[in-house]
């Protein structure tokens, strides 16, 4: 694996609440280009996805 790096973005989250704030007013908000779920804070509007591995993050940077 090269190329892995952590990010602030992407976080593994676990019991599925905010990484940030740690809310659980979480909504889906649509998924990523790897079809993984994406979610949405509503409480600082920060987005995540849940169980994240070491992927690029072009959706980002594009
Ligand atoms: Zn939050």
Excluded: W
């Excluded at 609440?17 to 790897?34: A, D, L, V």
């Excluded at 993984?36 to 169980?51: D, L, M």
């Amino acid at each position: 694996m090269v190329g892995c790096r952590p990010s602030t973005f992407i976080i593994a989250v676990a019991s599925r609440n905010c990484p940030k704030c740690q809310s659980t007013q979480i909504i889906k908000y649509g998924q990523t280009h790897y079809g993984k779920p994406r979610f949405r804070c509503q409480g600082c509007g920060r987005q995540f996805v849940e169980h994240a591995t070491c992927q690029p993050l072009d959706e980002t940077t594009r």
